[in-house]
């Protein structure tokens, strides 16, 4: 039997913002069920543990951030 470990709400926002077009605050509020509030202070913290986050404005899609250096590879690989 094949067990999957449980997927934490910061793995799963780590794994949207690791992607190649990142992730907008709606998206990832819709992901967790936050509020924007929370999100902006998770990104905020995951700047203070050393994660290098773009910002881009997209168009229609709005603001998207996506996560161009992680203190540690491994964190990005263990959350996908």
Do not use: N
């Not at 190649?20 to 929370?38: F, N």
């Not at 902006?40 to 996506?66: C, H, M, N």
């Amino acid at each position: 039997m094949v067990t999957s470990k449980p997927q934490t709400k910061s793995a799963k926002v780590i794994a949207m913002l690791g992607r190649g077009k990142g992730a907008s605050i709606d998206e990832i509020c819709k992901a967790t069920k936050w509020k924007p509030h929370s999100v902006r202070a998770f990104l905020t913290g995951l700047r203070k543990k050393g994660f290098v986050l773009a910002r881009e404005q997209r168009g229609d899609e709005g603001t998207i951030y996506r996560i161009t250096q992680a203190p540690d590879h491994k964190v990005l690989q263990a959350a996908k």
